[in-house]
């Protein structure tokens, strides 16, 4: 057996007879070292890489993710193509980070109360599409101008915002420890110590290191969908979500459905992530200000 299949068999989650002979015989059909070899690169780097493995099968990448990814699926759910893989792929890449099982949605009904000039918290539903932002200035109103950015993004500890809101004009970001310059890389944020005084003490810290290679968000024409890549669960709330729903790793989700947008009054207009921790009803902490990382993304577009 050549080089890159040693290490390819080493690195697979096989748990049955049946998974090592769908192995050998998906090996066996790729004849191309260099796909390998491709493909042996991106599964060591994980959920964080974003090079594409192409071939020229187009169902291949569900016997990829089962092999590589989630081997407890006898058959593969729902899988949507992450847009970080490049659009010439046409389905043909077989990167399983590339992958992630879609989530169904039960939708909000859409129960508004009037604005506050006052920060409200989160009801003892756990859904909050009245609240205020003390980031964000909603007098402005949302501009379609794409040099102003579709939404604004807030990163959280508790209940002080760490560094300056992050204009996003891009279709797509990231938020992860480490990640490119147009994403929002914590490693760069510099928290004081006086957030750790009063809350969870060394919860934050840990949770932070452990966001890894984060999410991403992504505006697409149907809604704004949180792909998770990190390692953790993220937790995610807005006007179009009827609870706080938990996103495991792997999952995404339309967390806010563009269909409903018209009716959601601009400063309800919100999209909210917590890494690790949820909170609302059924959970410990009562408000996403308990949490001790988390997000806000504050759209911008009518």
């Known amino acids: 057996m050549k080089h890159p299949l040693k290490k390819l068999f080493r690195y697979m989650k096989i748990f049955n007879d049946d998974d090592e002979a769908i192995a050998k015989i ?10 390998l070899n491709t493909l042996l690169k991106v599964i060591k780097e994980g959920a964080g890489g974003t090079t594409c493995v192409l071939v020229n099968h187009p169902n291949y990448h569900l016997t990829v993710c089962k092999l590589w990814r989630w081997p407890l699926y006898q058959t593969m759910p729902s899988l949507k193509r992450a847009p970080v893989c490049n659009r010439d792929c046409q389905g043909n890449c077989i990167n399983p980070y590339h992958y992630f099982i879609t989530m169904a949605v039960q939708e909000s009904k859409m129960c508004y109360r009037k604005k506050s000039s006052q920060r409200e918290e989160v009801s003892d539903s756990g859904i909050c599409v009245d609240i205020l932002s003390e980031t964000y200035n909603s007098d402005s109103p949302p501009s379609d101008d794409s040099e102003s950015g579709w939404c604004d993004i807030a990163y959280w500890e508790h209940n002080q915002r ?72 993220v937790f995610i709330q807005s006007p179009t979500i009827s609870t706080v729903l938990k996103v495991l790793p792997g999952y995404t989700v339309n967390c806010y459905n563009l269909q409903h947008h018209v009716n959601i009054p601009p400063h309800a207009r919100n999209v909210r992530a917590s890494f690790e921790k949820g909170w609302g009803s059924g959970y410990k902490r009562q408000y996403i200000t308990d949490t001790p990382c988390w997000l806000e993304l504050l759209l911008r577009f009518r």
């Open 26 to 35: 998906f090996l066996k059909d790729i004849t191309d070292t260099e796909v």
């Open 162 to 233: 760490v560094g300056s809101l992050h204009k996003v004009t891009d279709r797509t970001v990231t938020v992860a420890n480490v990640c490119a310059e147009n994403g929002i890389a914590l490693s760069k944020l510099r928290t004081s110590p006086n957030n750790y005084l009063s809350h969870d003490y060394d919860v934050t810290p840990r949770v932070r290191r452990h966001v890894g290679s984060g999410v991403l968000f992504s505006l697409e024409n149907d809604g704004i969908w949180i792909y998770n890549r990190s390692e953790i669960s």
